[in-house]
């Protein structure tokens, strides 16, 4: 059973920046994707972040582009998301997941989930 634990959340300014962390509890090829998502309250939860096994592309929210970035290090078993230039609107829960079905972004193709991990963006 694949396993995930977030870590790193916590409280930020406009303009700051934070490092979510996810390790796993153990190293495994069989997911397609291993990405990042958030809900925000009362709004479905989204995509933001995820990187392919398949050919090891990282694709992003739009939304985030150019602010957020995802990496993994296998040798720890972690997956990693900076966020700079955080913005209000990034506030939410951001959980990590693994999908055997997909490497997309498709939230609904994703099987493994951590607990989450809270992220508010507020001055």
């Known amino acids: 059973q694949l396993e995930f634990v977030e870590s790193g959340g916590g409280l930020a300014q406009p303009g700051g920046s934070l490092r979510l962390s996810c390790a796993r509890s153990e190293f495994t090829d069989d997911y397609l994707a291993i990405g990042w998502f958030r809900q925000a309250p009362g709004k479905e939860r989204e995509g933001v972040s995820c990187?392919?096994?398949?050919?090891?592309?990282?694709y992003y929210l739009d939304s985030v582009k150019g602010r957020f970035t995802m990496s993994r290090d296998d040798a720890k078993d972690t997956v990693y998301l900076q966020m700079n230039s955080l913005k209000p609107e990034d506030t939410g829960v951001y959980y990590c997941a693994a999908s055997t079905n997909t490497d997309a972004l498709n939230v609904h193709e994703y099987d493994y989930w951590g607990q989450g991990t809270q992220v508010t963006v507020s001055s």
């Open positions: 990187i392919s096994s398949i050919d090891g592309r990282t």
